[in-house]
């Protein structure tokens, strides 16, 4: 009975070794498509093109990262890219979107500042077109002035699809967006030290998420007591009265 039936039994035990492997491959995808811009604007060979799929299926929650890829540069818009993702991830209902930013040497040049779909099931276009955000220029001021978008807030990072941003005015008054709302105040910046006063904002309502790191950018800009510049990086450190970084910003 055995030597007449396991040919049989060996060649089901096959075929149920290769299903998975031939199943999981199967739900792998490679979605392709270029990462463009308007201006004419030479990219240097340090910049990082990073092309995300993220989950926006949560309007009161951090946009979710799906998958990721980078690209050096290595030559001027249309830039290619390729980004490998499992379609398992992707479920009818959900709502997901492409977000696509050139960075030179740490510093965010361009950004997609619109709303590039992707659904599921769906051929997806993956040209996408980023707006300018930052200055060529490589040199910056040594002090805290300008334009700054931020990237960490307590040591806790920030929601992928809101940007909290301050500008530093040279006669000492602040401006920006929390993330929902416009605000503004006034900053004294004596040496190191730095002290932001009261800030007022609009009252517009936004998701949960949104609104909550709107309010610790706010709380962290009020309780900043000293600045620094990281040279290597082009950042800008707030650190309140104890030492202890609470901002971390990108120049703009």
């Known amino acids: 009975m055995i030597n007449r039936w396991w040919p049989v039994v060996l060649a089901c035990a096959l075929l149920g070794l290769m299903l998975p492997a031939s199943e999981a491959f199967a739900r792998q995808r490679i979605l392709t498509g270029t990462v463009s811009y308007r201006e ?31 690209v050096r540069s290595g030559r001027q818009v249309p830039i290619p890219y390729r980004l490998r993702y499992d379609d398992r991830s992707l479920k009818p209902t959900g709502r997901y979107a492409l977000e696509a930013r050139i960075s030179v040497n740490g510093r965010l040049w361009f950004l997609n500042t619109t709303h590039h779909a992707v659904t599921a099931g769906e051929l997806v276009n993956g ?19 300008g334009r700054w978008l931020a990237e960490d807030i307590n040591g806790r990072g920030v ?6 941003v301050l500008e530093i005015a040279a006669n000492g008054a602040i401006s920006g967006r929390g993330g929902c709302n416009g605000m503004g105040g006034r900053v004294t910046i004596r040496g190191s030290r730095i002290r932001i006063g009261q800030i007022v904002s609009t009252q517009m ?12 950018f706010i709380k962290a800009l009020e309780s900043a007591r000293s600045w620094r510049i990281d040279a290597a990086r082009n950042k800008l450190l707030l650190l309140d009265a104890g030492g202890r970084s609470i901002l971390v910003l990108a120049r703009m």
């Open 40 to 70: 004419r604007i030479a990219l240097p060979p340090s910049a990082m093109i990073e092309v995300k799929l993220v989950d926006v299926s949560l309007a009161d929650a951090p946009a979710r990262t799906l998958a990721r890829t980078s």
């Open 127 to 145: 040209d996408i077109q980023v707006d300018r955000v930052g200055q060529e220029a490589e040199a910056s001021p040594a002090g805290p002035s």
């Open 159 to 164: 929601v992928d699809n809101a940007q909290s």
């Open 205 to 216: 309502a936004c998701p949960p998420a949104i609104m909550d790191q709107e309010g610790k």
